[in-house]
């Protein structure tokens, strides 16, 4: 499994929750600089405000009076400030009577008759305030401020500003390490998966091991048995024909008869029994399966009812080398089972199909052919369908069926170098599929 | 450094508006000229002391503002032009030239030029709200004294007489005096 490669682009690493989050901050951080510097501005006008209008109220009686020297004592008070740039002080026809201005900056205005807004230029406040003394008008006085040490203020702004970017370094930060987080977490869930299908893969292998282990040891057992009884069968049946012979009893002797019919249904079991053991004398032959089953249209519509429709899919062409009878057992005992599959009729599907396998755990890599026949009956529980294979066990009531069906099926398939597989839903219906190794058509001509 | 600048700020602040300064400013100089200008601005004077000035109630409810003149000398020719169409605490200013042997108790400033029956009259108002006003020199001087120190015109203040006539003088004109007449009592 290859990791997606994610380019290092911080919109992609960056949720968009953290992106608004920084954004908001960002802008939550502009906003508050701009209040406080009006703030500031606000308090600084009022404070240069307050400074004139106190000089204001002690140059009356010097304004009053054109007294240079008083008016120059409260202009001195004045400039003990080292914020305040200039002063002066105007008397009623708007001539300056006192003041200054530091070196360096804007000389005083030569004449000031009417006062103005405050303002701010230049990063400084400028204040004109008229001079009153009991509604009586004495002259102006003119203030000019600096704001603040510009070392100050943007000292002020840079700890908000950093402050702001460290909000943001972090909320970006916890960003991306929420989507490192969710990445990896994907990751583990992909690999958690991973490792249950490989669980789950690993644990059918194992069940399917199992089984064929179980079929290996009952074939050896039942075919054993088989074969002994088989024997113990004839030892009886030689001896009833010396028995008849001796006592000159005709052939159709109801007994005899009995005994023998016994013996022909004992035989036969056996047989089936070594079937399923893979123990049973095949005579196989070339042949291909969509003739076989095309040959078998009349036995096979027979066995059904008319209620089933039969689909037939032939298009296997390729050989394989079987025992013809039975495979015809065979495909007789399938049509059969999914007869009782569908009490109330349904559809009867006979697939034939060359095919390729590449890489299947369970076969063996080249050309096979596949017979599938597949019913819309009743279908097979995970229980039943887990044990269909095995010898005597049956769904059928007692009697009506042997429990050897499938299991001789199998036997033969698997004594013919096949395998064989059953697919089945509840309701829905079962399929049955067939896979035999096809052969070269000079390899088919030699084997026959 | 900045005392130096201040310094020459105000020279050529000083030397631009000469001309225009010169008939205003409170600065005498010295010579033929010195007599009409000290008149002048004592004149102007008369009715700038008003604003720092707090009379009794009753008196402030007044329509007009009264300013009394006694006597004759320069001042008293200079007056009614310089006080012309001023006003005084929000009132319109009047001037009253008074006739020998008139009541002045109506006024609120009188100015008493020198005279040898200056002392009677500043008698006959010496208990009431009346700010007088005479020459710093005069053997009865009013509550303000005008003097002459180094060509400026300054005043002196007799508190005591202003506490008495029931008037409160502003400590800014006060600090602006060149001598003051503490009231009795008072540390000052």
Known sequence: MTLAVHPHVPFRTMPWTALVGALVLLMAGVAMALYEEQLYQTQRVREAREEAEILAASETAALSFKDRKAAEEYVQSVEVNPEVEAVGVYTSDGTPLAGFARSGTAPLPSRLLAAARPRLENGRVVITTPVVQQATALGMVYLRARAEPMVNRVLREAVLALLVIMAMIVIAGLGSAQVRLQRQAAHLEDANRRLHSEMEERAKAEAALRQSQKMEAIGQLSGAIAHDFNNLLMIVKGNLHLLQRKLALPNDDRHIHAAMEGIRRAAALTQRILAFSRKQDLSPTRLQLSDLIVNMDDLIRNSLKEDVEIVRDLHAQSWVVLDRNQMENVLLNLVINARDAMPRGGKLFLTTEDIDVADDPDVPPGSYVRLIVRDTGVGMSEEVRAKALDPFFTTKPSGQGTGLGLSTTFGFISQSGGTMSIDSELGKGTAIAILLPAVAVDAALERT | ?188
């Open chain 2, 1 to 188: 450094m900045a005392h130096g600048a201040r310094r020459r700020w105000i020279d050529r602040l000083a030397a631009l508006s000469a001309g225009t300064l010169a008939a205003f400013m409170p600065v005498l100089s010295a010579g033929a000229d010195e007599a009409p200008l000290e008149y002048a601005v004592k004149a102007t004077y008369l009715y700038k002391f008003a604003p720092f000035v707090t009379w009794p109630p009753s008196i402030a409810q007044k329509a007009t503002f009264d300013l009394c003149l006694s006597g004759s000398d320069d001042v008293t020719k200079l007056a009614p032009e310089a006080a012309e169409g001023q006003a005084v605490n929000g009132k319109p200013l009047t001037i009253r030239r008074l006739a020998a042997g008139e009541s002045a108790d109506t006024c609120q400033i009188l100015y008493v030029a020198p005279s040898p029956t200056a002392g009677l009259l500043l008698d006959t108002v010496r208990n009431k709200p009346v700010l007088t006003i005479t020459e710093a020199a005069a053997t009865n001087h009013g509550i303000i004294g005008f003097t002459v120190i180094q060509h400026h015109v300054r005043f002196d203040i007799d508190n005591a007489l202003a506490k008495n006539a029931g008037l409160s003088i502003s400590s800014k004109l006060l600090s602006l005096a060149n001598a003051v007449t503490p009231v009795l009592g008072e540390v000052r």
